[in-house]
């Protein structure tokens, strides 16, 4: 389960910025995570309730923002959310798609102490 390697990565990142800004501890931890990124969200908040014990998050929460896919339609030139994984454009039908959005996990913020 590579979601074990993203919260760990993901907290030595609050850490790091915790650390930086002289903070003793993390009170909450927002994420983005696109629905297109491969991370499970149910399996990422399993693992970070196992390693924040013990560490700056140990009381922090997570929050979880889920990006939907948003797609630039190279035929009609709209940019669109898409509501299924069907890669199709709602406006004109078009299969010439290119992915804006999606596919990608950030952290968003953090709330430190």
């Known amino acids: 389960m590579h979601e074990y390697s993203i919260v760990q990565s993901l907290i030595d990142s609050c850490e790091e910025h ?7 501890k993390v009170t909450k931890v927002v994420v983005k995570i696109g629905v297109l990124s491969g991370v499970e969200p149910h399996l990422l908040s399993e693992a970070y309730e196992m390693f924040r014990l013990g560490t700056v998050c140990n009381d ?4 979880i923002n889920l990006q939907k896919v948003k797609v630039h339609c190279n035929s009609c030139l709209a940019e669109s959310e898409l509501e299924k994984n069907e890669f199709v454009c709602p406006l004109c039908g078009s299969f010439d798609l290119k992915v804006l959005e999606g596919e990608e996990m950030y952290l968003m913020s953090l709330e430190l102490e």
């Open 60 to 63: 922090a929460e997570l929050v």
């Open 18 to 24: 915790a650390r930086k800004n002289a903070a003793k």
